[in-house]
């Protein structure tokens, strides 16, 4: 997607996008991107997050300011750990060592958060209207990982947006498919999490489960489990039938946590891949299906970001307001 460019002459800034598979870094100024000064980085070739500001930074005369980071890991403060890459990581380090005043980190879903306020609708894919109303939002990411943030307004027009680490929390269990699951998983994994089926490496439990209680030998990835959706494998169907259902049922509950009547935001990679099949596999249904709930979370409108570029922006527009 294209990304949204400074115009400003504001102060420098440093944003970058840390996720489980790859890094995406550019200048700022302002709530914009500086035109062409993004670059993608593969994490599997570095050994940690200072290497790649290094890298990045090597490349250009003119240095930043401050700085912001969206991690794909647990944020405490001033230090990162980023769980699905095994990398740790210290903002004040990254500042000292890289001449910028300030560096600050966020959960990559709290990044997000910033920027779907400002996302133009032609960034955004309506999964079903609802009723938006208010300015309260919800951010689930579906890709190396899965977790969730709520985005609130305040009164003097900042946005909080609390770190979450909502997709450890317990798979939501309807019916003997579910239980079965849960075993299944609790057997492997210790616990049945959201993350265990959502993410991408949970698709591909979701599919070995599906073969094994079909009697079936072997597993697929996750593209290969997409591309045997597109060729109508009832196997790959019937994993992609349960696993938007579960997204619906998750996104459901977590909706009701925070009432974001102003819309739920899908992001992430995974989130992409499974937009063609969400009305044919029952979102709508397992979404609105809250007992004497489902007239509340009805109205709530949710849509997926089709902006790759989103947590840059997000970055920029935490340090603008600050």
């Known amino acids: 997607m294209t990304a949204q460019h ?31 000064s993004t670059k993608r980085f593969r994490n599997a070739e570095f050994a940690g997050l200072g290497d790649i500001v290094a890298r990045f930074l ?26 699905n890459l095994g990398w740790k990581a210290n903002a004040r380090d990254i500042a000292r060592d890289n001449g910028i005043a300030k560096v600050h980190f966020l959960n990559d879903l709290q990044a997000q958060g910033h920027a779907v306020a400002g996302l133009p609708e032609s960034h955004l894919r309506t999964i ?20 969730a943030a709520p985005v609130f307004p305040t009164s003097t027009g900042q946005t909080i947006v609390p770190a979450s680490e909502s997709g450890h929390i317990h798979l939501p269990l309807h019916g003997q498919d579910d239980y079965d699951l849960a075993d299944w998983l609790i057997a492997r994994r210790g616990i049945a999490s959201v993350e265990d089926v959502l993410a991408g ?18 597993g697929k990835d996750a593209a290969a489990i997409l591309a045997a959706m597109e060729t109508g ?85 935490y340090i603008a307001s600050r």
Not at 14 to 34: K, Q
Not at 202 to 214: K, N, V
Not at 263 to 282: C, E, H, K, N, S
């Open 6 to 36: 400074s115009t400003t002459s504001a102060p420098l800034v440093l944003v970058a996008d840390i996720g489980g598979t790859n890094t995406r870094m550019a200048f700022a100024r302002g709530h914009g991107l500086v035109a062409s």
């Open 58 to 83: 090597s490349q250009h005369a003119e240095k930043p300011e401050k700085a912001a980071f969206a991690l794909a890991g647990l944020v405490h403060g001033d230090d990162a750990d980023m769980t």
């Open 128 to 147: 079903r209207p609802g009723q938006p109303e208010g300015a309260t939002r919800l951010v689930i990411g579906l890709g190396t990982g899965v977790n």
């Open 201 to 218: 490496a949970g698709l591909e439990r979701l599919y070995s489960f599906h073969a094994e209680q079909a009697g079936l030998a072997g």
């Open 233 to 317: 494998c009832t196997l790959a169907q019937s994993t992609g039938r349960h696993y938007v259902r579960l997204l619906g049922q998750t996104a459901a509950s977590l909706a009701l946590v925070t009432l974001p009547y102003a819309g739920i935001y899908l992001i992430g990679g995974v989130a992409r891949a499974f937009a063609p099949w969400l009305d044919q596999f029952g979102f709508e249904s397992a979404f609105t299906d809250m007992g004497r709930m489902s007239p509340l979370v009805q109205r709530i409108p949710v849509s997926l970001v089709e902006d790759d570029y989103a947590a840059l922006a997000g970055c920029a527009a």
